[in-house]
């Protein structure tokens, strides 16, 4: 059993709507509903930071803090593939490639 906030009269748990006042009972609780993704630090988010390393990076920068074992697996994987394609032009300028740029 519970009370409404508004008027403080009984009503039972699973009311949306006080049936004295009409006051919302379950405002809160519902616009507060989460998707529950595991945070786990999952493969594909690590996967999409490397395909997308912008991605990657806008990913960490927005789930830092409610995912930030996903977040920080994006942004390892957009480093990585960040860190390969910088690898991969010092090798094309090293071996005289970079010329025809
Ligand atoms: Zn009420």
Redesign the pocket.
């Known amino acids: 059993m519970n009370f ?1 906030p ?2 403080g ?1 009984r009503v039972n748990s699973d009311q949306d709507v ?1 049936l ?2 009409g ?1 919302m009972l379950k405002n809160r609780s519902t616009s507060t509903t989460h998707t529950h993704v595991k945070d786990v630090g999952g493969f594909g988010w690590g996967f999409l930071g490397f395909m997308i390393p912008i991605a990657g990076i806008i990913i960490y920068a927005l789930m830092k803090d409610t995912q930030p074992l996903n977040a920080s697996a994006a942004l390892k994987g957009a480093l990585i593939s960040i860190g390969i394609s910088v690898l991969f032009y010092i090798i094309i300028a090293a071996t005289g490639f970079g010329l025809y740029y």
Request: proline share 0%; with cysteine.
């Open positions: 409404c508004h008027c009269e006080c004295n006042c006051a």
